[in-house]
């Protein structure tokens, strides 16, 4: 399994998905879009997985590369039916490459939530064995605000509708953090961009507060990505069916 991941900010990587997929003995690919690394030949990979950024799906302009980026996925999940993974900015753009639509929320959503699957996301293979209410960690102002033509959605939260979606049988989008590590969210609260919507979320108060939340649950925030990662792989790699 050759896995491609697109990466927005060196900060948001794959999380505790690396370790995962370092014990399965895959081999993974990173590219920094943002420090205009070059998108490889994309048939070469066996799985796109493309992360969150401070960038915003519209911000074209000021970011060219989201041009290719957005070739890239539409290529990889339309016309090659590859497996896709992605997560935050990574499930916005699986959105506006397919022709959906992605928008600013009245307000970030930061911070511990619970997300509920619909009755589409209790019957999917992604998300076999997940409780109808999953624990979820969120850092996000933007959302699919309306999903592509023949997208499914899996989950949504009070104050985003669509939390998860799938496109095709192999295309996945999350728009919770489901790869969270023990340094994420001081390493986060370092990046101005994140730490403005930390504050506007949460206050001063409930920004200081974040890293010890979240502490107890990393330990089911890991089961919970350990899950997902076994059920994907299930999708995507051959091997394990």
């Known amino acids: 399994m050759r896995i491609l991941v697109f990466q927005h900010l060196a900060l948001e990587h794959p999380g505790v998905f690396r370790q995962f997929w370092r014990e399965d003995g895959y081999r993974s690919t990173t590219v920094e879009l943002d420090e205009g690394e070059a998108i490889p030949a994309?048939?070469?990979f066996d799985l796109l997985v493309v992360m969150g950024g401070p960038q915003n799906v519209w911000h074209e302009e000021r970011c060219p590369w989201l041009v290719q980026e957005k070739?890239?996925?539409?290529?990889?999940?339309?016309?090659?039916?590859?497996?896709?993974?992605?997560?935050?900015?990574?499930?916005?753009?699986?959105?506006?490459?397919?022709?959906g639509k992605v928008g600013r929320m009245p307000a970030p959503e930061v911070g511990l939530a619970p997300v509920t699957l619909t009755r589409e996301g209790r019957s999917d293979p992604a998300l076999a064995g997940f409780p109808q209410t999953i624990d979820s960690f969120h850092w996000h102002g933007a959302e699919v605000s309306e999903p592509p033509a023949g997208a499914t959605v899996l989950a949504s939260s009070a104050l985003c509708a669509v939390q998860a979606m799938r496109w095709g049988k192999h295309a996945y989008g999350f728009q919770y953090h489901c790869e969270i590590e023990p340094s994420t969210v001081d390493e986060w609260g370092r990046i101005p961009a994140y730490r403005a919507s930390l504050i506007k979320a949460l206050g001063e108060e409930g920004a200081a507060r974040l890293a010890s939340d979240v502490l107890p649950r990393l330990p089911g925030f890991r089961a919970s990505a350990l899950r997902l990662h076994r059920n994907l792989m299930q999708i995507a790699d051959p091997a394990r069916r």
């Open 42 to 44: 994309l048939d070469d």
């Open 71 to 99: 070739a890239a996925i539409r290529r990889w999940v339309r016309e090659m039916e590859k497996p896709y993974l992605g997560i935050c900015l990574g499930h916005q753009l699986l959105a506006s490459a397919l022709g």
